[in-house]
């Protein structure tokens, strides 16, 4: 479009648009589809401002976690003042964690209705990657859909990124629901099946807000694919002997339900497991579509595959791109509203598998905080798929740093999952099936089956005595000594006993 | 139907159907609608039972709480061996506090579907209070609808108490939903506002199943009513201020949103508040309607109140059951997994107002566990209605047992609700509005505007020092100091230091 081309520019003169105090909205999710060029130029800009004597910071909201171009250059330039709604870079965890960045970590299905609902103030600019924009001025999705349809709506004004990189192919993959509303206006989402499109392809967009458009070409952040180890599979393993007992007793169908996996090696090492598995015909309706989910395509047992955006390594990157056409037929990447819709896990009764950072005897679950006050990443979409699942389980490697931490306490440090919404615990040494136990019971299958060997007697000890002398016996407890495993490791550097 | 009126028979004859070891669903939901009859004379032939040596006991299902002839009887005759999904009774709550009760605290939306489900295992016996039975065998509900449906479809046997007590006039307000099923069937639940009805007025009912009919003629546990005092009206006041605000910045309708409310004396200031308001054409979605409900409905206010029960005074109960054909019109009794559904609280947007014990610096909230181990109820709908509602709110006096107890502490002994899920919480002292913020702008306001005056300066002292050399900064906390409040309370009664 003629009107467009005029507004075609360097990132730096883009960048200079961005005003000091101000909020930006940017494309990205799990660092697929984030804007590469102009926070990199944004970052310099502040950079020299800082040098002139000159404040400058901003507010920067995405989908969830981007790459080091965006979050890690805007860090380290001190140019973040308010971050939301997840993290993952180094360099911005560590301002965080040092004081210095406030971070508003949030349920990620919630990002897009709290910024309609206005109390988070108004959206400055949008920054949104997209790989094209069509004759009529659709704009074709990237990697990931994330909140951008609610930047694009919501911003006084749009950058956009056409990154050529992307493949060209990505174009019908996206399904963007326009139908939400803010209450009282709200009305049921109709989607049954994760293979529904219940909406259209592209973005709209109100083109006079168009104000500038910048090329490149640079891929995403794809990280290099660690594989599973022995501890992974072993998960993995009482995983799938899970889902067969499931199977066999006629609490779950032959082909499951929609799976929900997080990323990284032991979600992974489950996938591995599905590939090698008796089970057929599944569907995915998740967050993420990562290497694993490629596999489970490719060897045909994932029929259809729900998500926002990618998180693949390099290899699998090529591999997708080799074949998207074919790829494109068996999935979809919508708005992370849906995606991690509450109404719409609940409906489809997802199988939600996700990590954490320690749980308690109880059951608790700490997905963020190391250490109760340390933040790692974020809630990310844990707990809209945990409380709304059909079984939510959470699955760890006993324990971490060498086996200085256990991965089973006490009590959490921080709270993220309340014992309600942790139905199945598995680690490497075995799985504990919580559904429908008191707190006492979830104890003894926690301690007995979770439970490193090195910390069990440590944790029968603590709980033999806390059923002795707690204040109540319901949920047993000392709470001199239920977060010193924690101040200990902090002192000494194990949670181990000296 | 003559083929019933061969079943009616005494409650001892009934009672003597229930067998040990097996799981009983009651009906009942806060005090209102439970058997009257069963369970005293079950609780009596356990008596008699363990008096001849013999082991009882059962496990008892229901939809909450429930009265002194339910809960308290058979915790008396250590009837009980497991319980669920919530309990107020004080016998009951001390069995479970001595540990010899297992209790599974359940989120009240998912006690159906996970009956459903299958792992709680089989129902043996229905006990469920019905007003009638129609002429071709509809069972008309009583003054709550709970789980009523899904124990009287999974049941092996139905035992009905026919109660003449309630009003006759209670025909036709109940909205029983039929249209559940379990994944991957699961459709949309046609409900857009709190009026709509969905399904039929009475209970279908496998009338082969019936084993026996009670007739009884006994009144629900209707609790006197305590005026809200100071406290409770300065927490309200603080309510109407902020409901005000959020209409004139245009962040909610001019009559608001669907209401959700707990019970008691907070609660009831708060409805009385909107009486006294500039809102009009009110609704509430809601769990129970109690007296201020009512209230409400008289004042013209409320147009329209949706719930699962009744939770009324005597009063009450008495100007309900005088004008009930009026009332009728204005209220609808659903099903619990309706009533609390999060697909629909979420999209109907509602203003969810809880209690809780005690929240923190963050604004992580503890409904349940005081001092971290000895259960007061359960978490009831709270979880349903927190994480979904368009506004989140928790309110609490700044302090209980006359200032020996803090409501606001540095570390909360057990979560229910995270930080995502408390918007704002309001006490006598002031309202924080948490919306947005990260965890050190969420303290300074809950400290600065939450906390009472004389726990405020050790507040303040707490997370100064936290700040300085906490692990992380990002929530700071001293893991050494975090629950020594509590267990100061545990060694002195107070948490006041010395």
């Not at 330039?77 to 971050?83: H, P």
């Not at 390099?314 to 509203?337: G, H, T």
């Not at 707690?470 to 550097?493: D, K, V």
Request: glycine share 8%; hydrophobic share 40%; proline share 6%.
């Amino acid at each position: 479009m003629p009107a467009l081309k005029s507004r075609v520019m360097g990132a730096e003169d883009a960048a200079a648009l961005i005003q000091d105090g101000t909020t930006v909205g940017m494309s990205g999710f799990t660092g697929s589809g984030y804007p590469k060029a102009v926070p990199l130029a944004l970052a310099a800009h502040i950079v020299a401002q800082h040098e002139a004597g000159n404040p400058f910071r901003v507010s920067v909201w995405t989908g969830a976690s981007t790459g080091p171009e965006l979050d890690g250059a805007l860090a380290k330039a001190n140019g973040i003042e308010f971050r939301l709604p997840y993290n993952s870079d180094p360099i911005a965890r560590e301002k965080i964690n040092r004081g210095e960045m406030n971070y508003f970590d949030m349920h990620l299905s919630q990002v897009a209705p709290m910024a309609w609902q206005g109390f988070l103030g108004p959206l400055d600019t949008a920054v949104v990657e997209v790989t094209g924009i069509t004759a009529d001025g659709g704009l074709i999705p990237s990697s990931s859909v994330g909140n951008n349809k609610t930047w694009l709506d919501r911003a006084k004004q749009i950058i956009l990124e056409v990154n050529s990189w992307q493949n060209p192919a990505l174009e019908g993959m996206h399904d963007i629901y326009y139908g939400t509303q803010l209450p009282p206006n709200r009305v049921p989402i109709p989607l049954v099946r994760p293979d529904d499109r219940i909406g259209e392809p592209l973005f709209r967009c109100d083109l006079d807000k168009i104000v500038a458009i910048v090329e490149t070409d640079r891929p995403d952040r794809n990280l290099p694919f660690a594989p599973p180890d022995e501890v992974a599979f072993a998960i993995a393993g009482h995983l799938m002997d899970f889902f067969a007992h499931e199977v066999r007793v006629g609490r779950m169908p032959a082909n499951l339900l929609p799976l929900q996996s997080g990323v990284g090696n032991v979600a992974n090492a489950v996938l591995t497991g599905l590939v090698g598995s008796q089970f057929e015909n599944l569907t995915a309706y998740t967050e993420v579509l990562q290497d694993g989910m490629l596999d489970l395509i490719d060897s045909g047992k994932l029929r259809m595959a729900s998500a926002t955006a990618f998180s693949l390594s390099p290899e699998a990157s090529e591999r997708i791109n080799a074949d998207m056409a074919r790829y494109r037929d068996r999935m979809v990447l919508r708005p992370q509203e849906i995606s991690n819709h509450p109404e719409l896990i609940r409906r489809l009764g997802c199988i939600a598998m996700n990590g954490l950072i320690e749980a308690d005897i109880y059951g608790n679950v700490n997905s963020t905080h190391v250490m109760g006050s340390r933040i790692q990443n974020g809630i990310g979409g844990s707990g809209d798929f945990a409380r709304n699942a059909y079984v939510s389980i959470f699955m760890t490697p006993s324990t971490a740093k060498g086996g200085a931490i256990s991965a089973i306490v006490p009590q959490v440090s921080h709270v993220d999952h309340i014992t309600q919404d942790v139905q199945v615990l598995v680690t490497e040494q075995g799985l504990a099936d919580l559904r429908g136990l008191a707190p006492k019971q979830r104890a003894a299958l926690i301690i007995g089956k979770c439970a490193h060997p090195d910390y069990r007697p440590m944790l029968e000890d603590y709980y033999a005595r806390a059923s002795l002398s707690s204040y109540g016996r319901h949920a047993p407890s000392l709470l001199s000594e239920a977060l010193s495993w924690h101040q200990r490791f902090i002192e000494t550097g194990s949670m181990r006993l000296a």
